[in-house]
């Protein structure tokens, strides 16, 4: 089965730094996109990013970039996410999303971690 874990998350101080990770497993991770997704209480859920199959190509958010990093670590099936200078408004459950192809379904179904939380506050 298709399994996505996320960890690292916690409270960190405004201008502070965490990185997550995210365990994949039941798939082909190595060929797989992978991105990130954030929600904070009473908003919906956003891109953070995403990250090619072979770590090639990045994307991220207006509202995270040149701050956080994607990145990939694939003997490990691994994807990461570097957050740096954090604000509060980052505070968040992060979770880790990709898409796979049912042949039950004929069609592409997401694929979300359970998340993790972040808070950002001093």
């Known amino acids: 089965q298709v399994q996505l874990v996320e960890s690292g998350g916690g409270l960190v101080q405004p201008g502070g730094s965490l990185r997550l990770s995210c365990a994949a497993s039941g798939f082909s991770f190595s060929i797989s996109t992978m991105n990130w997704y954030r929600q904070a209480p009473g908003r919906e859920r956003e891109l953070v990013g995403g990250?090619?199959?072979?770590?090639?190509?990045?994307n991220y958010a207006d509202s995270v970039k040149g701050r956080f990093t994607i990145s990939r670590d694939n003997a490990k099936n691994t994807v990461y996410l570097q957050m740096n200078s954090l604000k509060p408004d980052d505070t968040a459950v992060y979770y880790c999303n990709t898409k796979v192809w049912a042949y039950s379904r004929m069609s592409l179904r997401d694929y979300w971690g359970q998340g993790t939380q972040v808070t950002v506050s001093s």
């Open positions: 990250i090619t199959s072979t770590g090639g190509s990045t």
